[in-house]
């Protein structure tokens, strides 16, 4: 499980809404998406099925299952599903648009292009820009670089490097090599050329940029493409000073290597024989070939000459150095100085003109997207180190031990998932989901024995949900109770919900009359516009019997639901910020069930029979379980299976009565005439009562 995304505000103050995210799973969760390695699509790293929101308070998480191949035919399935979601996604987003840009380019006499979307509606063919702009690709423009009075002459900027044509729809773009693998299919690195694009204004300075040849867009269509990937541009000084002159390597580590594609990035300061210039040279050398151009590396390269009588750079820009394997080969065994300039040479920028140190590095480090060696260079390696996600606290004993431990304080969490529906799902209310225990040769469905109180406040009110007859009751001696998954499905699916809902309000309120004080899990699902809604509520009976007055009845309509959400995440404001509390790895379940799954003990045991006190059991704690014993605070409880028991005062058998110890207020007690215990498992001691003794006896008056 991931997750792919929240609602927190980002570090650009952005915030995606709890209405987004619900679209972003509603969209996805049939299909699913792929996993891309640094946003790159050409780097497929697995496939991810979004399936729920968790909120918890003043914090909604879009989760996900991710799949990762582990064998070859598994990585080929991931690439071909990725490419068919590629191709669909251009559809998509094009479909609107398509048919006025197909009109639009054949008045220019303009066909067979290759159709890419990823901010704007795309068409991809060899000199398609050049043929309809050659003013913009006039060999009088030394490096094929288009001057900016002449680019906005023509041309105003929408964003993201895409200029639309002051005469027409018509867009053109900033070269595909400031795109992530020089590939078409990928963004280009915008807030790098939104940074340069500022600087038109500036009189005194004159700037280039290199547009693609290649694609024609369509500007009706765009879009600000967003990645939730952090690009920091910091605040630098003016100093050079800290800068020593000479070459100097930076090699990358094991997870820079396979994350960014390089090894090492080379930097080369020298001052010219008058002392009056310093040059600067920087290249990153590839690890990979660019998935673009096969068997080509591809390396991004900067070039800057400072001037020292007027404190600042008189020349800026920046390139790409294209080696094959071969010269990538000799280039590894060389440095800047003995290698020299070899290779095939594209530029893709240039800045003439004082340019301020500070506004130098700002450009330079934003050029340079995905190195963060950079920063170390120019004197921010503390700075980037505080941007890195801080290290998980580690968890307490305890949090190990009772990883779903919840307080009336806390609040409650709130788990909302998606599934398709299946062919074989059932029809009515009925029980979709079982704990499951056993031993090596059988495993046996089980619920906790309480749920027998719940089928019983159904009764109570005309209603009824079937026990399948081979279903184990398991009772826990703790205070948590989960009630299994409720599915709903059929044409009276919704009518059926809400007497569900009534059920649990009904027995709620009776077990606060008796100072019943438990923590529980429960999950409702429907069938409803095409797919099953799960909600999986946990907290405790506080808690959720004001959140069922408060919150519901439930609503059906797709449009209504989408805004309840937004409510529940302002309903859970009211309660403190503890994310990650309880557990969410251990509560959240592939299912979309919150369940708190208790701890057991491993420790060898053996329980004995005594005939006073029903049972107890012998345990040697030794090693880590005897330091966690006596240092946490914790207990150990048994969990036992009931084969039978009556009400004490009749001797009716319990399990078929229509009586309840919870909804009587005349209800003697349950008396259990038949049990074993099956297992011990970690508690945290209720109300100060330590539940390992010895002997123990169950309690007659359940």
Known sequence: MIVLSTDSVDRYGYRIMVTALEMMLK????????????????????????????????????????????????????????????SNKYIDSSREYIEDFATLLKAYNIDNCKITNVNCLTANKENIANDLFPYLFSKDFRDELVPFHV?????????????????????????????????????????????????KDEQHLDLYLRIDANQLGYAPSFKEYMELEYQWGPKYSDDIETIKEGLSRHDCDEFERAYYGFSRSEFLWEWDKKKEKFSFQMEELMDQDSPADKE??????????????????????????????????????????SYGKQSEYTKLFKVNGKLPLSTWKLLVTLYLRGNPIIYEYFGLKKEIEELKAPPLTPLTLKEHLVPYQITQEDGLRLLVSYFNVSVDLGVGRFINSFDVIGDLEKSYRCMDYYFLELKKALKRIGQDIDIPEDVLFIKSLDNYWNIPLIMHNGD?????????????????????????????????????????????????????????????????????????????????????????????????????VLYAKRVTVTTEYEFVEDPIHGFGWSINFEGKELDLFESSGLDIAPAIQIFSCTCSDTGEDYLESARSKWLDDDFPHVEVTSYRPILLHWVDPKDGNRFSKEIITLDKNE
């Open 296 to 337: 080509l590396f591809n390396c991004r390269y900067v070039h800057t000459v400072y001037d020292k009588q007027s404190a600042g750079f008189e020349h800026f820009d920046g390139a790409i150095r294209t080696y094959d394997t071969f010269e990538m080969i000799e280039r590894l065994e060389k440095d800047f100085k």
């Open 492 to 592: 009276d699916a919704e009518l059926l919900m809400d007497k569900t809902i009534e059920a649990i309000g009904l027995l709620f309120d009776s077990m606060i009359k008796r100072n019943i004080d438990f923590n529980i899990s429960f999950t409702l699902g429907i069938s409803l516009n095409d797919k099953i809604v799960q909600l999986s509520i946990y907290g405790n009976i506080h808690v959720l019997n004001k959140w069922l007055k408060t919150n519901l009845p439930f609503p059906y309509k797709e449009d209504a639901f989408t805004d309840w959400l937004t409510l529940q995440r302002k309903y859970l404001e009211q309660f403190p910020y503890k994310p990650n509390h309880p557990i969410m790895s251990e509560m959240i379940q592939m299912d979309g």
């Open 151 to 199: 680019l906005f002459e023509h041309f105003d900027y929408l964003g993201q490097g895409v200029f639309k044509d002051k005469k027409s729809d018509i867009t053109v773009f900033a070269h595909r090599f400031f795109r992530r693998s020089e590939s078409i299919h990928n963004s280009t690195n915008t807030i790098f050329l939104d940074e340069l694009i500022k600087l």
């Open 27 to 86: 969209d996805s969760m049939s299909e699913g998406i792929p996993m891309l390695f640094g946003h790159d699509q050409h780097k497929p790293i697995g496939w991810g099925k979004p399936f729920a929101l968790y909120f918890e308070p003043n914090l909604t998480r879009l989760l996900a299952v991710q799949n990762t191949p582990t064998t070859k035919d598994e990585e080929m399935l991931v690439l071909k599903n990725h490419n068919v979601f590629r």
